[in-house]
């Protein structure tokens, strides 16, 4: 099975912060990497598939890239509702289509 | 408007069974891969179960043998057997309907999600 590793499990920011989550997977995925975010007590909300293509509806300050085993989501200016976890997940090929562990991004 | 709403969780004994739904609206589950997601208490997510849009069904390894994931297409509704339950499946769990709707799809991910159903399994 695919293993997914995030990085950093969480981080402090400030609004207007540039915000970089990485994450990797323990072998060449393509490009079949999906980004989410999170709010407590919410369900998960797609922001990026593919690596890089922005889900509708996603405000453009969301970006995603990478390919083959490393991926970056960037949020470009963070604003308050941007407070949250982010997960990447995997679906390449067969199932199981593992998630990353998280990264919680809340306020410094 | 696309809409999924689980139903079916609860207090549950170690070793009993559940069955969650997932009932869908402004499409038909049959089109797209269907998928469950759970969420332990204070933890990330975990994949637990697909099925294709073909038939086809897939398990996490935590919950092969335990677990039937199902759909019943005159009801619209995606379905999640859960027997021999144990306390770690302990989760908010969530039906997801996936972007794909066969294999040749590139456009991936879960664009479409339920609000979640808690399952507490406990004595």
């Known amino acids: 099975d695919i293993q997914m590793t995030q990085s950093p499990s969480s981080l402090s920011a400030s609004v207007g912060d540039r915000v970089t989550i990485t994450c990797r997977a323990s072998q060449s995925i393509s490009n079949y990497l999906n980004w989410y975010q999170q709010k407590p007590g919410k369900a998960p909300k797609l922001l990026i598939y593919a690596a890089s293509s922005l889900q509708s509806g996603v405000p453009s300050r969301f970006s995603g890239s990478g390919s083959g085993t490393d991926f970056t989501l960037t949020i470009s200016s963070l604003q308050p509702e941007d407070f949250a976890s982010y997960y990447c997940?995997?679906?390449?090929?067969?199932?199981?289509?593992?998630f990353g562990p998280g990264t919680k991004v809340d306020i410094k | 408007e696309v809409q999924l709403v689980e139903s079916g969780g609860g207090l549950i004994q170690p070793g009993g069974s559940l069955r969650l739904s997932c009932a869908a609206s402004g499409f038909t589950v049959s089109s797209n891969y269907m998928s469950w997601v759970r969420q332990a208490p204070g933890k990330g997510l975990e994949w637990v179960s697909v099925i294709y849009s073909g038939g086809s069904t897939y398990y996490a390894d935590s919950v092969k043998g335990r677990f039937t994931i199902s759909r019943d297409n005159s009801w619209n509704t995606l379905y999640l057997q859960m027997n021999s339950l144990r306390a770690e499946d302990t989760a908010v769990y969530y039906c997801?309907?996936?972007?794909?709707?066969?294999?040749?799809?590139?456009?991936?991910?879960?664009?479409?999600w339920g609000q979640g159903t808690t399952v507490s399994v406990s004595s």
């Open positions: 997801a309907r996936d972007r794909r709707s066969n294999y040749y799809d590139t456009s991936h991910g879960m664009d479409v």
């Open positions: 997940q995997q679906s390449y090929r067969t199932p199981p289509f593992t």
